[in-house]
């Protein structure tokens, strides 16, 4: 996930525009990965997923990217709207094997997002 | 309509005493969580469990018990509070993995806890 420390990354974009928020993970055993959208004083609301079969997926005004090779997930947001300002965490699953690990999510930081009408 | 509820939604306690917090899902999933979040640590998991009568250690388990004695519930005790334990609790669920390992998590609203 993304390097610890107090500071979120942020990114700030205009109304209309694309966003991209990154992600990194570090354990090449990761099999699943999930975007999750949470807003102010609110759980974390799933957006998108995607197994490490795949490279791409793509949603409503969402698309999520994996390179495997290099250990990066991206969320990829056509349009962004104000509503879409919140802070945005990747989410790895760490397979161990065994069926013993489903649902065991290891998160990253989280990246704020800020849309300007 | 389906959903996860969490109870209560804000707590002060004080060092030292017993705190227990509810988390209640109505989708009859077998999978159930507990997570903590604090600023510059994200989420980190608590405690969880893949069906009644079991529970596994998380992360961060030290100071903090679950029990599941039906399919409904994980209720999350923190046996004597400890300012450290100050943070938000947010509960989630999945289905089970029953040959479909892959499904996202819920959560629910979260509960602010203080220990002062």
């Known amino acids: 996930g993304e390097s610890v420390g107090l500071h979120l990354p942020t990114l700030s974009v205009q109304e209309g525009d694309n966003s991209i928020i990154n992600c990194a993970y570090s354990?090449?055993?990761?099999?699943?990965f999930i975007w999750y959208k949470q807003e102010s004083g609110k759980g974390p609301q799933f957006i998108i997923d995607?197994?490490?079969?795949?490279d791409k997926r793509q949603g409503q005004r969402v698309t999520v990217l994996l390179n495997k090779t290099v250990k990066h997930l991206s969320l990829q947001i056509a349009a962004t709207q104000p509503g879409d300002s919140a802070v945005y965490f990747c989410a790895e699953n760490i397979n161990t094997g065994g069926g013993t690990s489903y649902g065991k999510l290891t998160f990253g930081q989280g990246t704020i997002l800020t849309v300007h009408p | 309509d389906a959903e996860i509820t969490q109870s209560p939604r804000h707590k002060i306690t004080e060092t030292g005493r017993q705190v227990t917090l509810a988390c209640h899902q109505t989708?009859?999933?077998?999978?159930m969580f507990w997570y903590r979040q604090d600023l510059g640590h994200g989420l980190r998991l608590i405690h969880y469990s893949y069906g009644v009568h079991d529970t596994n250690k998380g992360e961060v388990s030290d100071g903090y018990s679950v029990s599941r004695s039906n399919t409904e519930d994980l209720p999350l005790t923190l046996e004597s509070a400890a300012s450290s334990q100050t943070s938000v609790y947010f509960c989630?669920?999945?289905?089970?993995?029953?040959?479909?390992?892959?499904?996202?998590?819920?959560f629910g609203p979260g509960t602010r806890l203080t220990v002062l």
């Open positions: 989708w009859n999933h077998n999978n």
């Open positions: 989630a669920s999945r289905s089970g993995p029953s040959g479909r390992p892959y499904n996202e998590q819920f």
């Open positions: 354990n090449s055993a990761s099999d699943y």
């Open positions: 995607i197994r490490s079969n795949m």
